[in-house]
């Protein structure tokens, strides 16, 4: 996983308000992006970009062709800093709301379907969560480095246990 992750971040190349990938695909971003905090492919080649600035999850087609935007109203306040974003397997959508201190489950139109976190409960509550990875089965992993910990969670969003982790920036699934 290492080794796919150092291979994804070498490809891209911000220049300018676009993405550059390797294999000659441009991202032409909206005017209004703002701060793009993670990128996520999907298994058909489409690209998520999490914009905690616009507070929004740009989705482009394997062509580099913007497709959807999430929230599409842009008076909603389904996000407050959404920084980290990954797709599973049946097409939802897991987002990392560091403003909100919560995960959002969404389907793959980007309508809510459930939210978790920022509760008094130990292994559901984060502070400064900063990164959402997923492995093979659809677990998902939150890197918390308010808390000192990565929380995993299966696709329902069942915490199935944590790891205590000191000073830790990133981490590879």
Known sequence: MWIFILIIFSWINIQSQNFTFKFDKTLELPKKADEITSVFVDELSNTYLTDAGEKKIWIFNSN??????????????????????IVLSDGKIVVLDRGKSKILILDNEGEKIFEFGNTKSYLNSFDKPVKILKDKGD???????????????????????????????????
Do not use: H
Not at 64 to 85: C, H, M, R, W, Y
Not at 140 to 161: A, E, R
């Open 139 to 173: 677990n998902f992993y939150v890197l918390d480095t308010g808390n000192d910990k990565i929380i995993k969670f299966n696709s329902n969003g069942l915490c199935l246990g944590a790891v205590s982790v000191k000073d830790l920036v990133s981490f590879a699934v």
């Open 64 to 85: 580099g062709e913007l497709t959807k935007q999430i929230p599409s109203d842009p008076n909603s306040k389904l996000f407050d800093k959404p920084v980290s974003a």
